[in-house]
């Protein structure tokens, strides 16, 4: 069974930097590609980008490319999404997603990851 | 950018009824078009692939059909736990994209 465990709620501020995690579970030993979605408060679904675990291959929206870093350690089974200056709209939930192509449809989701950013 | 225009925003029905809602894309995208549905404070789950293909575990009540670039998501004899947000999303062009979502409340 597919497992998808991000890490917890963060709490910063305007100009610190971040690191969220993704814990994906190996399935049946087929390959698959790691996605990051945002979802702003109360508004829709946005696709920011995804990384092959195999070969760390990060294929980034436009929207998202230079904004964020998406990155693997393939020894622990983890995806990270990262941002080296946070931003008061950064503030979202980022939900980690599967997929068996890069441009594929997602048919597993994490439980998301909850961003504040505010002084 | 493909831009998917879902339609409506929101709809509220009384149960049993049927709920119809559309997503449009701006270009051709073959079959490319799948939904998910995301129920309050949840993850969203995915509802149909490629346009209307089912996925197992999922209530047949559930149905996705294509004419052209239009897509519809179809829900039957509505029921209470399909209270949720639902969103189309395209994977045939980079960048995937996802529609706006629909709100589907019951009266």
């Known amino acids: 069974e597919v497992e998808l465990v991000q890490s917890g709620v963060e709490v910063k501020k305007p100009g610190e930097s971040l690191r969220i995690s993704c814990q994906y579970s190996?399935?049946?030993?087929?390959?698959?590609?790691i996605g990051w979605v945002r979802q702003m408060p109360g508004k829709g679904l946005e696709w920011m980008g995804i990384i092959y675990p195999g070969d760390s291959d990060a294929r980034y929206s436009p929207s998202f490319q230079g904004q964020v870093t998406i990155s693997v350690d393939k020894s622990i089974s983890t995806a990270y999404l990262q941002w080296s200056t946070l931003k008061a709209s950064d503030t979202a939930k980022y939900y980690c997603v599967k997929s068996m192509v890069s441009l594929g449809v997602v048919d597993f989701w994490g439980q998301g990851t909850l961003v504040i950013v505010s002084s | 950018e493909i831009v998917l225009t879902q339609s409506p925003d929101f709809q509220s029905v009384t149960p049993n009824e049927t709920v119809t809602i559309t997503c449009r894309a701006s270009?051709?995208?073959?079959?490319?078009l799948h939904w998910y549905q995301q129920k309050p404070d949840q993850s969203p789950t995915l509802l149909i692939k490629?346009?209307?293909q089912s996925i197992s575990g999922v209530p047949s009540r559930f149905s996705g059909s294509r004419s052209g670039t239009d897509f519809t998501l179809t829900i039957n004899n509505l029921e209470a736990e399909d209270v949720a947000t639902y969103y189309c999303?395209?994977?045939?062009?980079?960048?995937?994209?996802f529609g706006r979502g629909t709100k589907v409340e019951i009266k």
């Open positions: 270009q051709s995208i073959g079959d490319n």
């Open positions: 190996e399935y049946n030993l087929m390959s698959y590609w």
């Open positions: 490629f346009a209307s």
């Open positions: 999303h395209q994977t045939s062009r980079f960048p995937s994209t």
